[in-house]
């Protein structure tokens, strides 16, 4: 039985996208006789407390170790008057206040998060966890260890013990860009900050023994830091787990007048969908709509995004929802009659590939997609025929997209998407962890 450190900074009860990809590659590679040792923080920073993830932790081949780390957000805090309770998102999204007017505060603690806490804020756990982790080694056979990012702390941690153990396997696993990350113009960096924060990433892309990326795009972008490199650099994309949808894949849809559109994630600024809004406005105005629409947005979205369906006079058709257990998620996705994929509007939109598109496909709904058309997104849409991919400018696509699918019954074929299940993404990994 080989034995798979995996580092992570996410682990249930935290909640949200980032624990998911490795707490279902645990399930499955435990389910396949792969011992798993999770090294995490006892005293994490959570977004989200989501406890219906527990049910995913293996009850066999499985243990997780801890160690306490420092974080500087009781200081981040105190010196922006938040409150001691509220949580602190990663993705520059406020519910309270327009972002663009920030307080001085606010901007003077973007620039100290950028230009001080490199890579970012949890890097008081990197050398303490080496010299943990390392000691650990000693004592415990391990055949490789998996590091995920962000936060890319981990990864500096897997470089650490890679330096001190050169022999061991060591896996850096990509879920979000680190120097192409779509907020990076909002830390406001230094030359020299933006020089560090790409030299430890591409020290650690051309260290690690392989590179797993998300998506196609960015793992092009990380193969080209090392153009002559031995390393291999795969992409295995986040997933579904098929075990997710068995309860609700026979239940009947609750039946309503409305024709329900639901989003699910986080809705900062660069993901407001401006021309749904305007579409439905003009169509709404119009009395083009056979059916009432309903928007339901689930999860935190900031107040910009309330302000754009309030300046088109939309807001009636607009639900709000708080954060859901993620089989609560589930549950609402099989109740809508269509999806809603919003894509980052940022420079590396192209190659954002998020989790929730999968869930997407099988949820077997229609999905109505804003963001690039030539990107991986509308790649695995078109051959998955799963629904429209409309650009952020194309406002009479997307008055005709809601036309089509609401006026005219929408049946989507899921049998092409198996490659992407958990467990066969599990597969994946396996092969690169046998190679």
Known sequence: MKKVLIITYYWPPCGGSG????????KYL???????????????????IDNSLLKDIPQNNYEVIKTEIFEPYKLYRFFTNKNKSEKITTSFL?????????????????WIRGNFFIPDARMFWIKP?????????????????ITTGPPHSMHLIGLGIKKKHPNIKWIADFRDPWTNIDFINDLHLTTFALKKHAQLEKEVVCTADKIVTVSYTLTNELQALCPHN??????????????????????QKKQTNQFIITYAGLLPPNRNPFILWKALAELSEKKLLNKEIKIQLIGKSDVSVWNTIKDNNIAHLVEKIDYLPHSEVI?????ADALLLLINRAPNSKGILTGKLFEYLASNKPIIAIGPTDGDAAKIIKESNAGFIIDYDDIESMKQTLLTIINTPTVTNNSAIQKFSREALTNDLIKLIES
């Open 30 to 48: 435990a389910k396949k006789n792969y011992y798993c040792i999770i090294y995490t923080p006892s005293n994490p920073e959570s977004p989200v």
């Open 129 to 145: 966890s080496v010299k943990y982790l390392s000691d650990y080694l000693k004592k415990n056979k391990i055949d490789i260890i």
């Open 331 to 335: 549950k609402k996705q099989a109740d």
């Open 230 to 251: 031995n390393n291999n650099f795969h992409t295995i994309t986040n997933g579904f787990d098929n075990d997710d949808f068995e309860l609700i894949a026979h239940s």
């Open 94 to 110: 406020s519910e309270n206040s327009d972002n663009k007017k920030l307080s001085l505060k606010e901007k003077i603690s973007r």
């Open 19 to 26: 624990v998911q990809r490795w707490l279902k590659f645990t």
